[in-house]
């Protein structure tokens, strides 16, 4: 019997998190913001994914809404 992260998946699966904080576009609240994708975050106070973008100043903006259901086909319902 193989150990955790022994295997086919286990030996590959690896991951970095960020967790940083400031003001949500969405909820206007000072808020952390966690992140497994290095580009994008997720509000913890109202929820909403966010990009990070960096141009000078770095600047959080929705990206979809997070209520929002999509099929198969990547369209919204």
Do not use: W
Not at 23 to 43: A, D, E, K, Y
Request: hydrophobic residues 25%; glycine residues 10%; aromatic residues 10%.
């Amino acid at each position: 019997m193989a150990g955790y992260g022994d295997g086919t998946f286990g030996s590959k699966l690896n991951f970095e998190t960020q967790i940083t904080n400031g003001t949500c576009p969405t909820c206007h609240q000072l808020s952390m913001f966690v992140s497994i994708n290095p580009q994008i975050f997720r509000c913890t106070t109202c929820g909403h994914d966010l990009k990070q973008y960096i141009n000078g100043k770095i600047r959080y903006l929705p990206i979809m809404s997070s209520n929002s259901n999509i099929d198969r086909n990547g369209k919204k319902s």
